[in-house]
């Protein structure tokens, strides 16, 4: 790894916040898992999309909590699209589909039938409105606002003789409570033998943290005191889950950092460069609360290697963070 991330083990060693345990038995069946030279994922999971959260004892919006104007208008296969964007003036969330009237430029009711929207909802569901100016036109919906689509056929193909009606303001029927009035702004005519699409409230989608990883378990390590230069080191680590919470090793399998360092104290360079891998858990299964598996380990010491004392540095983490570690002491001959 970068220099940066030894420093950092190296000064936790140093301070000597994990010493090294007994040696340990292989796992209970008496076999360790053997060592495989597997890739590592070191790239995280992206970030998931979701709504945004809304806090506890958030209250549902009524028409008084709310402002809303049109954002957007979209003329596809002979319907005009209109989205409704609401902010609030305090915090609360609307949900589901509301009732929706249409009104022409006289007030006078345009008699629709509801429909179903001709593109469903891409992210219906609980939305949280909070507290802001009115949504502004021509753009999407901002974090803390709602949108609610509607549409009309601009083509009266299957209404013969009929004549278009230009919607002047909807009637939105809030589920909570209330009516608020849009106005809407002139475009096509609507036939109204087509009836009107309402869709469900919507609101943008937002990065979510990922899931939580479990704890990493403890390491125990179990290292021969002598390897000759230009020979493979064989060791044992076993791994104890000393948490009161299950590890699934094969859903998620941690990575391993294995170092040679001839002087940790003063921070020499490790040996034979960077040795990063990802354990062999397909055989490992769930490591449940209170027991352990080992795991043969194997490093590969550099022919040019000079002879002497060097700390074994073994690292564990998920994908490119390296948080736990154990050390052992062996002699190059």
């Known amino acids: 790894m970068a220099k940066a991330l030894i420093a950092l083990f190296l000064v936790a060693l140093l ?19 053997p060592w495989a030279p597997l890739t590592p994922n070191l790239n995280p999971p992206p970030l998931s999309q979701g709504p945004a959260p809304i806090p506890l004892n958030t209250p549902a919006c009524q028409a008084t909590d709310l402002i809303g104007a049109v954002i957007g208008e979209n003329s596809a296969t002979g319907h005009l699209i209109t989205t409704i964007g609401f902010a609030g003036v305090g915090e609360c969330y609307l949900d589901g589909t509301p009732s929706v009237g249409m009104l022409d430029s006289s007030g006078h009711p345009i008699p629709f039938r509801e429909r179903a929207l001709f593109y469903p909802p891409r992210q219906p569901g609980r939305t949280l409105v909070e507290a802001g100016p009115a949504p502004t036109p021509n753009t999407g919906l901002n974090l803390g606002e709602a949108g609610v689509e509607i549409d009309w ?24 409570g209330g009516v608020i009035g849009i106005t809407i702004p002139a475009g096509p005519g609507a036939y109204v033998c087509e009836g009107l699409g309402v869709g469900a409230f919507e609101g943008p989608n ?46 998620l399998c941690p990575t391993y950092e294995e170092e040679l360092f001839a002087d940790l104290v003063n921070g020499s360079p490790q040996l ?62």
């Open 153 to 176: 056929a601009t083509q009266g193909d299957n209404c013969p003789g009929a004549q278009p009606v230009v919607p002047a303001e909807a009637l939105v029927a809030i589920p909570a």
């Open 272 to 333: 034979g460069g960077k040795h990063i891998y990802s354990l062999n858990c397909g055989p490992a299964g769930v490591l449940k609360p209170g027991s352990s598996v080992t795991f043969q380990m194997v490093f590969m010491v550099p022919a040019d290697a000079a002879p002497g004392k060097y700390t074994l540095v073994f690292m564990l983490g998920y994908w490119n963070a390296m948080t736990s570690f154990a050390q052992a002491i062996v002699t190059l001959k």
């Open 15 to 33: 301070a000597g916040c994990q010493k090294p345990d007994h040696p340990p038995e292989p796992g209970s069946s008496g076999q360790a898992i």
């Open 206 to 251: 937002v990065p979510m943290p990922a899931s939580p990883v479990p704890p990493l378990p403890a390491i125990s390590m179990q290292v021969p005191s002598t390897v000759r230069v230009g020979n493979a080191l064989h060791y044992l680590v076993t791994l104890a889950d000393d948490r009161n919470q299950a590890l699934d090793l094969v859903e």
